[in-house]
């Protein structure tokens, strides 16, 4: 069965605060690993990863997959309240599977 | 820009009732799905479809029907609603294999089933 794991569920941070999000997967048919951040309502596109080693980066965001040991970290640097946010990890070929999330809550 | 829309946004049912959840994209995209999301559950995959007059079971698919009749528009179906159904529903669409590309959301439908 197709599983994608994220850790922790939860996270409570300060502003400025280093943090990392991690995913990993087990699925039949892997093209990409995606990021999701959902605030409110829809989740919004971050990142997709299809090659291991090389790292995306957009501002304080960044994200690396490993394909040998099958999981991904999303790190965000000097967190600002804005960042509060469930993020998502999805992984497939023709459909998407997803993590239950990461619920991240940056304090001032 | 009208993206991916969705309708209703909000709907309380009774335990047995029908109803329909229309989704409707103006990009031309290929592949269209719905998600359901519970507290502590992620986004699980209910039905997808590769195309036109096609459809396809995901996650979940129990209790629920598709159509895609015509490409803009994926409709959900609960034909005897139940308090498990009981959820927030997301459509997503996106141009070809989502591993491709990013997905595309609507802004979600909430639904109650008494």
């Known amino acids: 069965e197709d599983k994608v794991v994220q850790s922790p569920l939860s996270l409570v941070v300060h502003e400025g605060d280093t943090v990392t999000l991690n995913c990993s997967y087990e699925?039949?048919?892997?093209?990409?690993l995606l990021w999701y951040k959902q605030e409110k309502k829809a989740p919004t596109f971050l990142f997709m990863l299809t090659s291991s080693g090389i790292e995306k980066k957009s501002g304080r965001l960044s994200s690396i997959l490993d394909k040998k040991e099958l999981f991904s970290i999303l790190n965000i640097t000097a967190t600002q309240t804005g960042d509060s946010a469930v993020y998502l990890c999805a992984v497939g070929l023709n459909k998407l599977i997803f993590g239950t999330g990461t619920r991240l809550q940056v304090f001032p | 820009n009208a993206g991916v829309t969705q309708t209703p946004k909000f709907r309380v049912l009774k335990t047995g009732q029908s109803m329909t959840l229309l989704c409707a994209q103006d990009?031309?995209?290929?592949?269209m799905y719905w998600y359901r999301q519970d507290p502590g559950m992620g986004l699980r995959l209910i039905h997808y479809?590769?195309?036109?007059?096609?459809?396809a079971k995901g996650e979940v698919p129990d209790g629920y029907n598709v159509s895609r009749l015509k490409k803009q528009n994926f409709l959900l179906g609960l034909e005897s609603a139940a308090p498990s159904q009981t959820s927030v529903y997301f459509c997503?669409?996106?141009?070809?294999?989502?591993?491709?590309?990013?997905?595309?959301f609507g802004s979600g439908t909430q639904l109650s089933v008494l």
């Open positions: 997503a669409s996106s141009l070809f294999f989502p591993t491709n590309e990013k997905l595309f």
């Open positions: 699925v039949t048919n892997f093209r990409s």
């Open positions: 479809s590769v195309g036109e007059g096609t459809t």
């Open positions: 990009m031309n995209h290929e592949y």
